[in-house]
């Protein structure tokens, strides 16, 4: 037995493989869509902000146990889209965008299913 296939065992989850094919499942269906449409709404009817600026990293996402909602001043908005402006400019002369480590950015537009392989829910894989 593989060190992954023992690790998931002893989480209860179960295979990688069965991890792997639910998530597969939920992504063909727009679970992952729908929610964050949903999380974009909330915030929206709350007037908590432009979502559109924000980018998530799936690889490091943690809550804290006092997170309770998206509280951001103004100076935090106008900082992120002043953020947002510099980088349209960079990109359109040219540059590649990176984040605070200096990894490629590669943004994943609303309405795609988010594999990364482009074999999305629409494209008949």
Do not use: Y
């Amino acid at each position: 037995m593989a060190v992954q296939d023992r690790r998931a065992d002893a989480a209860g989850i179960g295979a990688w493989s069965t991890v792997s094919n639910g998530f597969r499942q939920w992504r063909d269906a727009g679970v992952f869509e729908a929610l964050l449409e949903g999380l974009i709404a909330e915030a929206a009817k709350r007037g908590e902000g432009d979502l559109s600026l924000v980018t998530i990293d799936s690889t490091t996402i943690r809550a804290h146990q006092d997170a309770t909602g998206m509280d951001t001043s103004q100076d935090v908005l106008t900082a992120l889209e002043k953020a947002a402006a510099e980088e349209e400019e960079a990109r359109s002369k040219g540059a590649v965008p990176r984040d605070e480590a200096g990894r490629t950015v590669v943004p994943i537009p609303i309405g795609t299913s988010g594999d990364a392989s482009g074999a999305g829910a629409g494209s008949g894989c």
